[in-house]
């Protein structure tokens, strides 16, 4: 059974301050990697994606990923209260970016 | 560049009914994927649809069941609806491999309830 499991939250955080969102899969061969928000009725929002081991930054936010470590995770610098969203790990195992299989997400609330 | 569409956006059903939910890809997309999103299993798999073939599929019994026409729209069906099956439906679309990084898109999903 391939799983996707992040870190148990809610996750509260002060406005400005870094937020840390964390990822593990079990599945060796999984390919790349996705981050995506969804708030609350809405449907999922792309952020970021990345493929090789390291750090991909996009304005306020850089994904790492160590796949010796089975870990990806994303940081969102100087949060605002508008980041304040469920936040989801997906993880592509087969080669094509269509079948996803995603965490259970996390809930980021950023405090004004 | 208009996003993925989906209808209805809201549908109410009784136990046993079936339900046709549709979905029209972003212009150039004719890869169409359809997950699952419910409290507790969180965002699942369906199935995926390429040039109006099934490529794809998840962990699904055979009453969820989907086609894709030729213009790349997709629907899915559900047949002797249950009262597990209340969920948000998205679908999502990608590009062609090849034309850059293709991560998934969702539509604004259809949201099921069945009592």
């Known amino acids: 059974q391939k799983e996707v499991e992040q870190n148990s939250g809610p996750l509260s955080v002060p406005e400005g301050a870094i937020a840390s969102l964390n990822c593990t899969y079990s599945?060796?061969?999984?390919?790349?990697f996705f981050w995506y928000r969804q708030y609350s009725g809405k449907s999922p929002e792309l952020i970021m994606f990345i493929y090789s081991n390291g750090d991909k930054e996009d304005g306020r936010f850089t994904a790492q990923l160590n796949k010796a470590s089975q870990y990806v995770s994303l940081l969102i610098r100087d949060s605002q209260p508008s980041d304040s969203a469920t936040y989801l790990c997906a993880v592509n195992v087969n080669g094509a970016n269509s079948k996803l299989t995603f965490g259970k997400g996390i809930t980021l609330s950023v405090r004004p | 560049k208009a996003g993925v569409t989906q209808t209805p956006r809201y549908l109410i059903k009784t136990r046993g009914q079936q339900v046709t939910l549709s979905c029209s890809p972003i212009?150039?997309?004719?890869?169409v994927s359809w997950y699952q999103q419910t409290p507790g299993q969180g965002l699942q798999f369906l199935f995926e649809y390429f040039s109006e073939t099934q490529r794809n599929k998840g962990n699904f019994p055979g009453r969820f069941s989907g086609r894709q026409f030729s213009n790349s729209r997709s629907e899915m069906n559900v047949s002797t609806l249950e009262l597990g099956d209340s969920a948000l439906y998205l679908c999502?679309?990608?590009?062609?491999?090849?034309?850059?990084?293709?991560?998934?898109?969702f539509g604004n999903g259809t949201r099921l309830t069945v009592t």
């Open positions: 212009s150039g997309h004719r890869s």
């Open positions: 999502a679309s990608s590009p062609p491999v090849g034309t850059g990084n293709s991560p998934l898109h």
């Open positions: 599945d060796r061969g999984s390919q790349s």
